[in-house]
């Protein structure tokens, strides 16, 4: 089936600590995105990705990176930069920049 | 003012009835707009998109008024199922050729026996 897919479905963060979310997708898009949702808010785009070997920051970058070395993949990495990274976070990829987009599953981060 | 707004309900409608919801955007130079649902919990599914012309898809209609920058949603005959929350999402074209979903903050409805 293709579908992107995120893991884990929950994740928790020690103080000080780096953390890695997963983004695959098999739908052969070229776009991809990370968004984090906070309760009571919007979606917040973090960073968004074109092209392989190529991606932009988005509303709210500071805290985290992002890699994009495969089209199939889009690493989210939460660092110990991100004060409040307590949130549900999502995956997303298009066809095209212009293209609509679909969402995974999501992963919830707790902070500990 | 935010760049997306939305009645954050929440809307309690019995089975049957018909609900608008409505959102309203800053950026003039939008250039595409989209309803997406969101159960509890998990992700934002596209439900459609709206066209200039307004587009309906079975129980659901979406209408796009640009001149006042406004998006409606209506469900007809309104189902148990239908509860979620909805999330008018509009699309902003950058100059850098990638493309930037502004999302707001959703209207929850609930529907009721």
């Not at chain 1, 995120?6 to 979310?21: A, I």
């Not at chain 2, 707009?33 to 509890?40: H, K, P």
């Not at chain 2, 929350?85 to 529907?111: A, P, S």
């Amino acid at each position: 089936d293709g579908g992107i897919t995120q893991s884990p479905k929950y994740l928790f963060r020690k103080e000080g600590q780096n953390v890695t979310l997963s983004c695959e997708q098999n739908l052969n898009h070229d776009a991809m995105y990370w968004y984090r949702q906070d309760p009571g808010q919007g979606l917040r785009l973090i960073y968004y990705s074109q092209i392989v070997n190529d991606f932009q920051k988005g509303d709210i970058a500071e805290g985290y990176s992002v890699s994009r070395e495969k089209k199939e993949s889009f690493p989210l990495t939460v660092t110990s930069a991100q004060k409040n990274p307590t949130a549900f976070y999502l995956c997303a990829s298009s066809r095209g920049a212009r293209e609509t987009q679909y969402f995974g599953p999501g992963t919830r981060l707790l902070v500990l | 003012r935010k760049e997306v707004e939305q009645d954050p309900g929440p809307f309690n409608v019995p089975e049957g009835a018909t609900v608008a919801f409505n959102c309203t955007y800053s950026n003039s130079a939008s250039q595409s707009f989209f309803w997406y649902r969101q159960d509890c919990r998990k992700e934002p599914k596209l439900l459609m998109s709206v066209y200039s012309s307004g587009n309906e898809d079975g129980r659901f209609t979406a209408q796009l008024n640009r001149a006042s920058q406004y998006i409606s949603l209506l469900i007809r005959d309104s189902k148990l199922s239908d509860s979620a929350t909805y999330l008018c999402v509009v699309n902003i074209v950058l100059t850098g050729g990638g493309n930037k979903l502004t999302f707001g903050t959703g209207t929850q409805l609930k529907v009721e026996l």
